[in-house]
Nanobody
Framework: VQLQASGGGLVQAGGSLRLSCAAS????????IGWFRQAPEKEREGVSC????????YYADSVKGRFTISSDNAKNTVYLQMNSLKPEDTAVYYC???????????????????WGKGTLVTVSS
């Protein structure tokens, strides 16, 4: 079982990035996939989530209207399109999977079954 996050990089404020979370060893059809981020000296927080179980989607208030989560089940991949990026979005972004999970509220670290390695997003002012 593996989750591979990619797509991070350095971008100016106002710019965009698309993160990808490719799953292998399991099918995302049976999981909720969450995106988390951890900024320097801050706790890891859930920012978005998508569930194939019931179609639910969640966004944290801090990213609502700027980030869009989507999934391509044929590619077993979840995406996070990040627009209008701000310096405060700078963080290491992780994707994680929760078996038969739903996304009706902020994804929680302790609910996740699998984690990928993070990808660094740096937004310059």
């Amino acid at each position: 079982v593996q989750l591979q996050a990619s797509g991070g990089g350095l971008v100016q404020a106002g710019g965009s990035l698309r993160l990808s979370c490719a799953a292998s060893g399991f099918t995302i059809d049976d999981y909720a996939i969450g995106w988390f981020r951890q900024a320097p000296e801050k706790e890891r927080e859930g920012v978005s989530c998508i569930s194939s179980s019931d179609g639910s989607i969640y966004y944290a208030d801090s990213v609502k209207g700027r980030f869009t989560i989507s999934s391509d089940n044929a590619k077993n991949t979840v995406y996070l399109q990040m627009n209008s990026l701000k310096p405060e979005d700078t963080a290491v972004y992780y994707c994680a999977a929760e078996g038969w999970g739903f996304c009706r509220s902020r994804p929680q670290i302790h609910d996740m079954d699998y984690w990928g390695k993070g990808t660094l997003v740096t937004v310059s002012s």
